[in-house]
């Protein structure tokens, strides 16, 4: 597919319609307005096009709906006039006549068909053929229902022709008839119908008689949140850490098209929309909406306010003789939800908007007061009490500031960050607190992932603070946090440092809070020495103000470096504080006792104590999200990935990878950490193609960023791909770049990114025997100096690979399997080394024993759900045994056309394919007779 056609979230729809639709007849689509029905037409009709079909589309309004014959103008008359003879010459004349290309007596076609013989039962002369009426059509529209058949016919005995027919609920009656009576005669195999139509909830579709049979129904349905903030990036710029961006994923309900009116109408305001404004909503998606408020009595909109101000509307039930709420059950602006209690909810997150939206601020403020005196619970009451009035009140800013260290208990840092900065703007004559509460708000909108948020906050606490001595703790906090949030572009960091350690002076443990962040700055460019003098300061200061959290802080950033230096210290210290920061409430959560969890995580996986790995890992991604912690989820999602892999739990791997790489590209401040997990995902469980575009996406963005540890990463994954693939030249290329970057940044341990062995494999097969050697060499020492024994396996085979292919295979394959042990804390590097002799064996040509090798790594890889790397092992396979049954007549037509020179896009053409189902199906032959390319393929039959 190209990339006109891809859509968020809708792969799987297209999948649908595109299968429907290869085997022939019609696809209806439908939904609410606004859903996406249009888009996928759009991507259908791309797809068609470059598959060599005819594509005919008409895009049908409702206010064009009275104009007779207006769509079958849409749809033919650019070909009646660009052909000539396509149709019988009498029936061509009534067709022109219809669509206004000549002039015609009376009007046959000036409406929709009649009903019923004339009254008088005379014949009329009012059409070519004396008006005469068969079963209610006159003779004149009988006509023309005829020359569009016909013409359909003409069209498709040429090549297949696509109907693509937007909003059919608005063909014009004329049109649709002519169209129904043609679906019903035509072979949906040549002349195929996608039409989208709009269907409300509940409601039954009535177009599908305009699909010939087969017919398939498929709904459109919402998009998740996360799909409706990348939308809004792409098309509007709008950061998905952004606040506006998450009340616009709300209130659209999922709905692309809301989402961006809603989205346009908040950027075109003269101010900030705040958490606590209502939403603008413009009139485009009033009207859609408009028709359910209009009946609506003034009570029931006051009962609707009280519902749409409240934070949780699902606690009111209707009473038995409530008028209101019973009338807005009816419009269907509300409904009642399961369960005992009846519980109302919105039928749409847009109408409460809307109703939000129209009251005036005196009446949301009397709503807010009238829920603060009714609810219970005390974040509730307090942040109602707040948006009942702006005024600065003490009482009211400690209970708001209270409330907000509760909803950090409950692992609610987004609702944290909304109270701390309502209680820092209601704190009076005090703005040091304020600052302080200020500050809260910024450190719980980074915990949320509310990146821009955070951002915001900190730069009120620098300007409202100035240079006071009261201001100085929330100044250094302010501007540490914002080191944290400058993601790839560090310029700006030593400044703020700088900055920070001024204001603070010789408080231990500010200085020891700014101490750290410029050993971390340190370390990240690459200066390490500094950074661990930066650091024995940090730790000197954090004794002396008895600061438990930065002793932690301290703990976490020495680990990853004594793990490669100093092995004997890093255990003890690792268990240790894991220790302190285990089994702590929500609110005693840092990211620095998160940081030490995933050392410790490391340390365990590196030493292959695999299974305690997956344990202390799962547990760490359960208080994590317990804690709601959202920007740290991103990072834990990736241990879990890394790990679940490592352990030969693929399935569960690439999960975790989807989920975190979604997170990553949502929050990150650059999108190159997000693409190389979903990359990391897809050589999980997914396919080695999507793999392969995703790594060398993650590749750019990290080159753009300057971001040399990720772009590394990438390079890891894309040579990975490379070698599923068969593409060994350019896997060695990318995973010594890879290796090279790594080493840059002082990552020498061959644990922490398994690239040695592939890259001895890839140099190998490439013929750089020597560079494999030595890389090899340089990999077993480094290797035994930190004692993983995780690796030699995967050297011991990268070492067959080598021996092999200088002449051995034989004693390769012996030495290999006498490495292998029975069980192996890395199940994929057992599978891979069954691969491995299952090759060598075949070349020393002792067929019994690759089958029995192969087979034993299909089973391996089958276990561990691990995709592409099975498809890899079948491969191998097919190609030891051979393909097993004849081919189809579409597989030999395909490898003749592959055979004369053809391209994917010719053969499409040529067997009224799409190009998707040619690509598809070279891939299954490639990998029924084990060869990689086309050139092997067309050897191969010709040589049978």
Request: aromatic share 2%.
């Amino acid at each position: 597919m190209s990339d006109a056609t891809v859509l968020l979230g809708r792969d799987e729809l297209l999948d649908r319609c595109q299968a429907a639709l290869a085997d022939g007849g019609g696809v209806l689509l439908t939904g609410p307005a606004g859903i996406g029905k249009s888009a996928v037409l759009d991507a259908l009709e791309t797809e068609a096009t470059e598959a060599g079909l005819l594509v005919l589309r008409s895009n049908s309004t409702a206010t064009e709906a009275s104009l007779p014959h207006l769509a079958l103008y849409d749809l033919f008359a650019r070909q009646i006039a660009e052909h000539d003879g396509l149709i019988a010459p009498h029936l061509g004349s009534v067709l022109d006549v219809a669509l206004l290309r000549a002039p015609g007596p009376g009007a046959p076609t000036d409406g929709p068909p009649v009903e019923g013989r004339p009254p008088d039962g005379k014949p009329s002369d009012r059409t070519p053929f004396g008006g005469r009426f068969f079963d209610g059509v006159s003779a004149g529209q009988l006509a023309i229902r005829i020359a569009v058949l016909e013409l359909l016919r003409s069209l498709a005995a040429d090549r297949p022709v696509l109907l693509v027919l937007d909003d059919a609920h608005c063909l014009d009656p004329a049109s649709a008839e002519v169209l129904r009576f043609a679906a019903r005669r035509l072979d949906g195999r040549r002349v195929r119908v996608a039409a989208a139509e709009r269907v409300g909830e509940g409601r039954e579709p009535g177009c599908l008689d305009l699909l010939p049979e087969p017919r398939t129904e498929l709904a459109v349905s919402t998009l998740a949140d996360p799909l409706i903030g990348e939308l809004l990036r792409t098309r509007l710029g709008l950061a998905p850490t952004d606040r506006l961006s998450a009340r616009i994923q709300a209130a659209g309900g999922g709905n692309p098209f809301y989402a961006l009116e809603l989205a346009r109408a908040a950027l075109r305001s003269d101010r900030p929309v705040r958490t606590d404004d209502p939403l603008p909503v413009p009139e485009r998606l009033r009207a859609l909406l408009a028709d359910r408020l209009a009946a609506l009595p003034r009570e029931a909109v006051d009962a609707l306010l009280l519902i749409a101000a409240a934070a949780r509307p699902q606690r009111w039930a209707p009473a038995e003789d409530d008028r209101a709420m019973a009338a807005a059950l009816a419009a269907g602006v509300v409904a009642c939800g399961p369960g005992p209690g009846r519980e109302l909810r919105f039928t749409h997150p847009l109408l409460r908007e809307i109703i939000y939206a129209d009251a005036t601020t005196a009446q949301r403020q009397e709503c807010h007061a009238a829920l603060a005196r009714l609810l219970d619970d005390p974040l509730e009451r307090a942040r109602h009490r707040a948006l009942a009035g702006g005024r600065p009140n003490p009482e009211l800013a400690r209970e708001l500031a209270d409330a907000a260290g509760i909803a950090v208990t409950r692992g609610a840092p987004a609702l944290a960050a909304e109270l701390s900065r309502l209680a820092a703007e209601r704190t009076p004559d005090d703005p040091g607190l304020a600052a302080e509460r200020m500050l809260d708000c910024a450190r719980h909108a980074y915990d949320a992932g509310l990146l821009d948020q955070a951002r915001q906050a900190c730069d009120t606490v620098l300007r409202s603070t100035g240079q006071s001595t009261a201001g100085n703790a929330a100044r250094v906090g302010a501007r540490l946090l914002l080191v944290e949030l400058a993601g790839g572009d560090r310029s700006g960091v030593p400044a703020l440092l700088d900055a920070a350690r001024a204001d603070a002076g010789d408080d231990p443990r500010l200085r020891a809070a700014v101490q750290l962040h410029r050993a971390e700055h340190a370390i990240s460019i690459g200066q390490t020495g500094f950074g661990l003098a930066e650091l024995a300061e940090a730790e000197r200061q954090a004794e002396r103000s008895g600061d438990l959290d930065q002793q932690i802080e301290v703990v976490a950033l020495r680990a990853p470096i004594e793990m490669q230096f100093h092995r004997d210290r890093v255990l003890p210290s690792l268990r240790h504080a894991a220790a302190l920061t285990a089994g702590r409430p929500a609110a005693a959560m840092t990211a620095a006792s998160i940081q030490v969890r995933c050392c410790l995580v490391v340390w365990l996986l590196r030493s292959g104590d695999v299974a305690e790995a997956v344990d202390a890992v799962n547990l760490l991604r359960a208080d994590v999200e317990n804690a709601g912690r959202v920007k740290d989820l991103g990072d834990v999602l990736h241990m879990v990935a890394s790990v679940h892999e490592r352990a030969g739990l693929c399935a569960e791997a690439y999960r975790a990878a989807v989920l975190g790489g979604r997170m990553r590209a949502e929050l990150g401040p650059t999108p190159g950490p997000g693409l190389v997990l979903s990359a990391a995902a897809e050589l999980n469980g997914g396919t080695v193609q999507r793999a392969g575009e995703l790594a060398a996406a993650a590749l750019r963005a990290g080159e753009l960023a300057g971001d040399t540890e990720w772009s590394a990463y990438a390079l890891g994954l894309y040579g990975r791909a490379d070698l599923l693939g068969h593409r060994v030249a350019q896997a060695a290329e990318h995973l010594r770049r890879c290796r090279t970057l790594l080493r840059g940044l002082g990552f020498t341990d061959p644990a922490l990114f398994l690239v040695d062995a592939d890259l001895v494999e890839a140099l190998a097969r490439s013929g750089a025997t020597e560079e494999a050697r030595r890389v090899l060499d340089e990999a077993t020492r480094e290797a035994a100096r930190l004692d993983r024994q995780v690796l030699r396996l995967g050297l011991a085979r990268a070492r067959a690979v080598l021996v092999g292919l200088d002449g051995d295979p034989h004693g390769a394959a012996d030495r290999l399997r006498a490495a292998l042990p029975p069980v192996h804390p890395y199940p994929l590097e057992a599978a891979r080394a069954r691969l491995t002799l299952g090759d060598l064996e075949r070349r020393a040509r002792r067929r019994a024993a690759a089958r029995a090798d192969l087979h034993a790594a299909t089973r391996a890889f089958a276990a561990a759900h691990c995709l592409p790397w099975l498809d890899y092992a079948r491969e191998q396979l097919a190609r030891l045994d051979g393909p097993a049954a004849p081919l189809s007549d579409l597989e030999r037509q395909i490898v003749e056309l592959v055979q004369n020179g053809s391209t994917n896009r010719q053969i499409a053409a040529a067997l009224h394919i799409s190009v998707k189902s040619v690509e598809g199906s070279l891939t299954r032959l490639f990998r029924r007779f084990g060869v990689h390319d086309r050139t092997q393929l067309t050897l191969l039959r010709t040589a049978g």
